[in-house]
Structures are given as C-alpha cells and as structure tokens.
C-alpha cells in the first residue's frame, strides 16, 4: 500500500489528484470546527444524546464529531448515503428507475441527479426535526421562525456542500469522493476515543494492569482490522466455461472464466438499516414528547446497544437477539435486490457459458441460489462478529468508542478501493507511455 502511494507520487497527474483530494479533505475537517450561530452547543448535545441513545456515537463517528457540536457541516454525507440506499431499494419497486439504471451511462447520469434531489429532501426533514427539536428542549436562545430557518437552512447547505466537494473529488481527485469524506471523519474520532480508553484503563493503574489492558486493546484492534480485511477481500469464484462455436471461418470462445461472489455481499448495509430500525423508537418518543413510564423505559433500554452485553440488564438480550435476526434479514434482502441469479443465469446462457457439471438455465440458477444462501450466512456472521466486539466491550467494560466494527469495514474498503484504484490509474498510465513510444 504505502508503495503504491510513493509511486503516485512520482507522476505529476497523480500527484495533483491527491493534493487536490488533500485540500478538500482540509475544507471538510474546517467546516466540521464552525458552530451554527444561536445555539447552546451543550444543551443540544444533551438533548441529542437523549434522543439518540447509543446510536449518536454512531452518528457522531460519520459525522467526525460535527453532529455533536452542531456545526454547519453535521449532517455531513449521512443525507447522501441514506438517499443512494433509497435508490437503490427503488430501482427494484419502480420499472422506469430500473431501465434507467441500464441505460449507460445517461442514465448512470439521471440516477445521480435524482439521488441528488432526493438527499437535499432528506437533508430538510432531518434539519426541520433538530430544529425543532431544539426549539422544544430550549436549546435556542430566541425561539422564533427565523432561527428555526437559519438552523433548516445552515445543515440543509452543508450537507449539500459537502456533496458537492464529494463530487469534485470523484472528478479531480482519488477514490470516490464520499466514501472519502467518510474516511476521513471516521479516522479523525480516533485519537480523542484512544485517549478515553487511556483514560479509563491505562491512566491510574500500576504498571502491570496498564500492561495488560494496552496488550488487550492493541490485540482487539489489529485482530478486528485483519478479520475485516479478510473479510472484505475473501470471495468465493464459481468457474464458467464457454463452448467454441464458429465465427466465419476460425472457432471463437472455449475460454474460461469465473463469477465472483463477496463473502460479505451486503457490506455493511444491514448494520446500518438495523441500527437505524432499533433507534426509531427512541427517536419518535423523544421527538414528539411522548411521555413513557417505567415499563416503556425498560423497553427502550431493551433496543439500547449501551446494555446489551451487560451483566446487570439480562433482559437486553432481547434487544441484542432482534439485532442479531435484524442483520441477518437485511442481509439476504440487500443481496437479493444487488444479485440477480436468474440473470445471470440467462445471461450465461446466450453468450454460450456453462458451468462445469451444471446444466444451463434453471440448474444454473438453482446452483447459483445455493451458493448465494451459504456464502451470505457465512458473510453475515462475520460481520456480526465484527460489529458485536465494540459492543461487548462496552457492555462489558464501559469501553465506549464512536469507532467500532462498521467504521473498520468502512475505513478498510474505502483504503483498498483507493489504493486499487492508483494502481489501474498507474497501469494505464503505463499502457499509454509504452505504446506512445
């Protein structure tokens, strides 16, 4: 990896991308710093920490600390991840949306312009609901319409700033420009949660229990970085054979080839619609001032990811258990809308591909479900496991982190997507000087 970067280095074009990429990543991380005028930064953290629970750690990691501290970039790309997911769940309920996903690249285009609207409204109803709720809990100095639209639109212009820098770096610069800006706010919650967990189990001990407790947490996560690059990288290659068949008068084809199948197809979408399913409760009683009692509290505690894994609340095992099923059937879901094994079938049937001891069309497709079933539960349980080892320690040790198991997959897949991406960038520029001389 670090090779591969000094060598970018070395070309002029590449480097240019990624000063530029650099530069806007600075813009970023300054917006993140600048407070929105007339507001009680910590009665709004209060209140956001009331509302929502154990997932604003969550939030505040996507965010780099910005959803805290409510500054003009808070909502940061969230508006834009949530509307690429509607899209994507759309394109399957809409035909029209489907055959304009197909149509090239116009349509990659009308796609993208629809995201874009789509994450500006998303954008509104997510300001319009903490300007309110701001409003209700007296976080705002003069509560009046004028600061609730300052508030609406601040966060509402933000995030579409922030879209629009992640565009410019898709287009100027390295890797895809939001995932880049995710990266990038994730790593920079890192050294202030080390330095909690310093505080909490190295600082004040003596030296052998400092010992261990370093040993343990640099063991946890270099052990969760390499299961998540394995799983990231791990994939399982169905072997396709095409026939030979006559093109005028010489045999084409009979080459072979393979499917590649993701171990962890759905990525880290179940985590995130099944932590955002859990917290809905929450959010909606909070919100609207629904007033709860004892039983209603125990529920909500129940669906909190801060007492699961803890000795002194069993029955949040529910709510970890529903956690658990939550993933698993975001996770066939996601796959079955990404993945089509009837079209892939069919495909391979008309361009003359087999695959070996299968028979095409129905068999093939069967074969394929099969295949898809198996490696899905294996995937899904590895990122159970991966998103469940922040959460265990917490529960178990108060060890609370904004970084966990989602952010390591995220930061691993964006690195080597990255990286892959200068190599080819490097590869072509190769191809290029070779046949230019």
């Known amino acids: 990896m670090f090779k591969t970067l000094i060598n970018a280095f070395k070309v002029e074009q590449l480097r240019k991308r990624i000063f530029y990429t650099f530069w806007i990543v600075v813009i970023v991380r300054l917006g993140c710093q600048i407070p929105i005028p007339g507001i009680d930064v910590a009665q709004v953290k209060a209140y956001l920490e009331s509302v929502v629970g154990s997932s604003y750690s969550f939030i505040d990691s996507f965010t780099g600390g910005s959803f805290l501290s409510m500054s003009v970039f808070a909502l940061s790309v ?44 998303l954008a509104i109803i997510e300001s319009s609901g903490l300007a309110i709720g701001f409003s209700r809990q007296g976080a705002l ?43 990038i706010n994730i790593v920079s919650r890192m050294p202030n949660d080390f330095s909690n967990l310093y505080t909490m189990f190295v600082k004040s001990k003596d030296l052998v229990q400092a010992i261990i407790a370093v040993v343990i947490i640099v063991a946890v996560v270099i052990g969760t970085t390499i299961l998540v690059i394995i799983l990231q990288d791990a994939e399982r290659r169905i072997p396709v054979q095409y026939s030979k068949k006559m093109q005028g008068r010489k045999m084409a084809g009979g080459q072979s080839s393979y499917i590649p199948l993701k171990v962890n197809t759905a990525g880290v979408i179940p985590i995130i619609f099944a932590a955002s399913l859990l917290s809905v409760p929450s959010i909606v009683i909070n919100l609207f001032n629904l007033g709860v009692g004892t039983t209603g509290q125990k529920i909500l505690q129940v669906f909190n990811q801060n007492y699961w894994f803890n000795p002194e609340y069993p029955k949040a095992s529910v709510g970890l258990i529903v956690y658990i099923a939550l ?85 691993v897949g964006v690195i080597l997507e990255t990286m892959k991406q200068l190599e080819s960038q490097m590869l072509v520029r190769n191809y290029s000087g070779f046949l230019n001389n």
């Open 78 to 121: 969230t508006p834009y991840i949530t509307a690429s997911i509607i899209m994507q769940l759309l394109t399957i309920a809409i035909p029209a949306l489907e055959e304009m996903q197909r149509d090239g690249e116009d349509g990659r285009k009308k796609m993208t312009q629809i995201t874009r609207y789509v994450s500006i409204g």
């Open 327 to 411: 993933n698993i059937i975001f996770a066939y879901f996601y796959t079955s809308i990404t993945f089509n094994p009837m079209e892939v079938a069919n495909n391979m049937k008309k361009s003359g591909g087999f695959i070996p001891g299968i028979r095409p069309g129905k068999p093939t497709q069967d074969y394929l479900n099969k295949i898809l079933n198996y490696i899905v539960l294996i995937g899904v349980i590895g990122l159970l496991i991966v998103a469940l080892i922040p959460i265990f320690f917490n529960g178990m040790f108060n060890a609370d982190v904004s970084f966990g198991g989602t952010s390591l997959i995220i930061i």
């Open 141 to 183: 100095g003069d509560v009046n319409a004028l600061t609730i639209a300052n508030i609406i639109f601040t966060l509402t212009a933000g995030s579409c700033i922030i879209m629009w820098l992640g565009e410019r770096i898709s287009d100027k610069g390295i890797g895809n420009g939001i995932s880049i800006i995710l990266l």
